[in-house]
């Protein structure tokens, strides 16, 4: 029974993230929810049974993706800015 | 509008997730999952001598594959050509990122500084991390995880150290001797595997007792050179993405 409540907050709370990581103004706020995102799916697969699938989605898509971008966001400057 | 069609669609799609997640006919509960009609039942119980006999952890020896991880005896033993064609593609979109990107020498310019703290903590949490990525690589036929995740963490590792320093670039060279190293030794395993049992990576090694650090023949060797390869394979990717044009 807690299992099949924590399976409903689980999806509801991805479908929260990707609907706020796809609507926000900022990009920074965007690659937050992105993040977290990854990190509820990571709880998604564990709930699923799949935990290597897990480990993977972990380092993958909430580490290296997430700083990945989070560079390339602060390598980017406004157009007419000092170097 | 176009955010309501775009709420429309994530709910759709939403949907689906919710289903799977709440069917208890496709993930049972802990032990109520009929082992019978799965295919895993197979490769656990299989042994050397084609029996169907009882697999206990930690006891049973010389089992046709040895890994207490089933997804591991499948990826690193049954199927092992095909980790070998997954290393191929990430080799090859290395090589590309590397054609396109090679001739960058400076690291890209950042708006910050990294201070004292961040330098500091970030060089305790690099080995911290890299230790971890080493653990999941050679115990990949004991817990989740392998040869891919780990060589990710240690590509995250130096992810880190390129964020904390300023005037860090990682030793590339070592890295591409590193990954070329590797690659050749996995093949090398296979030819041998060849020669002595007549099947392209086929495992030659004694699987030994189930459960513990030394079995499970050729995968723990196999998952070490991928993790190493993956691990300097993402971390040259990084590089090239991290550096740009200029003096």
Do not use: C, W
């Not at chain 1, 990571?42 to 480990?55: E, G, H, N, R, Y």
């Not at chain 2, 082992?35 to 039942?41: G, N, T």
């Not at chain 2, 970030?122 to 990525?133: H, P, V």
């Not at chain 2, 890295?175 to 007549?198: A, H, P, R, W």
């Amino acid at each position: 029974m807690l299992i099949n409540i924590l399976e409903i907050v689980v999806s509801f709370l991805l479908l929260l993230m990707a609907f706020l990581a796809l609507t926000s103004k900022s990009l920074i706020k965007s690659v937050m929810f992105l993040s977290s995102l990854s990190m509820i799916s990571v709880i998604a697969f564990v709930l699923m049974k799949a935990p290597d699938v897990a480990l993977t989605e972990a380092v993958i898509g909430s580490g290296l993706v997430t700083s990945l971008f989070v560079f390339t966001l602060l390598a980017t400057r406004k157009v007419g800015q000092k170097q | 509008m176009k955010k309501l069609l775009a709420f429309v669609f994530v709910i759709v799609l939403g949907a689906l997730i919710v289903n799977h997640l709440n069917e208890n006919s496709l993930f049972t509960g802990f032990g109520d999952a009929v082992l019978a009609d799965r295919v895993s039942d197979s490769y656990i119980n299989r042994d050397v001598q084609g029996g169907q006999g009882e697999v206990i952890f930690g006891e049973s020896q010389d089992l046709e594959s040895g890994a207490a991880n089933t997804v591991t005896a499948i990826v690193a033993d049954y199927r092992s050509f095909d980790t070998l064609g997954e290393i191929t593609v990430l080799f090859i979109s290395s090589l590309g990122v590397a054609l396109l990107l090679g001739q960058s020498k400076k690291r890209i310019g950042l708006e910050f500084r990294p201070n004292f703290m961040l330098k500091i903590g970030s060089r305790a949490l690099f080995a911290i991390i890299l230790m971890t990525g080493v653990f999941i690589s050679i115990h990949g036929h004991l817990t989740p995880g392998g040869g891919f995740p780990g060589g990710a963490m240690i590509a995250s590792s130096v992810l880190l150290l390129y964020l904390a320093d300023d005037e860090f670039r990682a030793k590339m060279r070592g890295f591409k001797v590193l990954e070329s190293t590797m690659g050749v030794l996995y093949i090398l395993l296979g030819v041998v595997g060849l020669f002595i049992t007549g099947i392209f990576l086929e495992n030659f090694i004694d699987n030994g007792t189930l459960g513990s650090l030394f079995s499970a023949g050729m995968i723990p060797i196999i998952y070490v050179i991928i993790g190493l390869k993956v691990g300097s394979e993402i971390s040259s990717v990084i590089d090239h993405f991290l550096s740009e044009e200029g003096a």
